[in-house]
């Protein structure tokens, strides 16, 4: 699956690519909403994986932009910030992962969306 990690931590970034390319998957990284937005335009992706807090747009304002370029974007927000949850649910989100999380955890949430 082609997937663009959008996270503004160049640690989480780094390990999330890692993990992802380990399993198979093409991976590209944006280091903000802006930068993330730009590679949404130009490429199809599978799966977003978005940060909630970062500089400049948050994780929210980003999805919300790419939900309204491509209703079938399937986003997973991987935040610290717990109270964004439902709203990312609500607003078209297909996963919530609350940082810190087992690693395991975004390869299954991945596989959940390649199955379907």
Avoid: C, W
Avoid at 25 to 51: P, Q, T
Wanted: proline content about 1%; glycine content about 6%; aromatic content about 6%.
């Amino acid at each position: 699956m082609k997937i663009l990690i959008v996270d503004d931590e160049v640690d989480i970034l780094t390990l999330f690519k890692d993990v992802l390319e380990s399993v198979g998957h093409e991976v590209d990284i944006a280091i903000d909403g802006e930068s993330g937005l730009k590679k949404f335009r130009n490429k199809k992706y599978d799966v977003i994986v978005m940060d909630y807090r970062m500089h400049g747009k948050n994780g929210i304002d980003v999805a919300e932009e790419m939900l309204k370029m491509d209703r079938n974007t399937k986003i997973i927000f991987a935040s610290a910030d717990s109270s964004i949850k439902e709203k990312a649910l609500e607003m078209g989100a297909v996963g919530f992962l609350l940082k810190p999380f087992d690693i395991d955890q975004i390869i299954k949430e991945v596989e959940k969306i390649e199955k379907n």
